[in-house]
Each structure stands twice: as C-alpha cells, then as structure tokens.
C-alpha cells in the first residue's frame, strides 16, 4: 500500500474523499447503522449542491437502501433507493469483528451494486487502520482507503 495524500483533521479527510470522487455519479456509502450513517451522512455534505446522488445502505441490507438529501439540518436519510452506483465507501465499523459482516459476502455486494459502472470506484473509510487490521483489502478490490487516526485529550479547566 502506498501513501499517496496525507492530511489533518476531518476536514483533510472531507477534502481528500471530495477529491476522490470528483468523477462520481452516484455513490453509495455502506455501514453499520447508528455509527457509520453520521460519517456518511458529514461525507455526503461536502458534496451538497454538485449533481452527485448519494445513497446510504446499512450493512448487507440493499433493500433498506436510502437516498441522502441535504435539509435545513444537514444530510438526511430519506426515501427507499436504488443503491447501484459507480462508487461504493465502504465504512470501517462494517469490519469490527462484533458486527458481524463477513467481507466475502461484502464483496459479493459490492460486485453487484457496481456491476454495471462503467467506472467502478471502491473507497474504504477507516480510523485506526480497522479495515487494514481485519484484512478486509485481501478480500475487496479498494482502490482507496482512507484512514484516519484521531488523538484526543479531555483537559480540566
């Protein structure tokens, strides 16, 4: 694996995922719910306002697929969708081990959801290497992964 970009903070993440998927029409992310959908959901709104469709899809469920729509609150689950796209983020709660999701069936969506694009791109979206650690690139195709490390202090003032 090389390292092509390095950046700070979750805006260098934002920017770096903006500039990875300057090509895209449609992109689905995929994750766990409750943890991986506010990450898709700060994703999709650096990308508010261009003509990209977003869709995010819990887990192996494709048919509980939602588009994402920009409100007055941000980023928003909405509608039932179709979640084919050219581009698929694959999100790194999916490869905790106590969620559950075995990467072969993962990729056996992934090949389904694009299987018609004619420029498939496959994105991984990870903080501490949790999809390099579980082995997740010996199973999907990535073309990318993303991964954050994130430091935090808690000071008493």
Known sequence: MEII??????????TEFRKLV?????????????FCTP???LMAFVLRGSDKKTVFLPDLRADEARSMVFSSYGMQLDEKADPAADTVVLLGGLAMPKIGVEPEKMKELVDELTKDA???LIIGVCFQSMLINCNWPGHI?????IDADMTNEVKKL
């Not at 300057?22 to 409750?34: A, L, P, R, Y």
């Open 118 to 120: 004619d420029n498939k």
């Open 5 to 14: 970009s390095t950046s700070k903070g979750i805006g260098g993440q934002l």
């Open 141 to 145: 195709d990535f073309d990318y992964i």
């Open 22 to 34: 300057n090509d895209s029409k449609k992109i689905t992310f995929i994750g766990t719910v409750g």
């Open 39 to 41: 990450f898709a959901e």
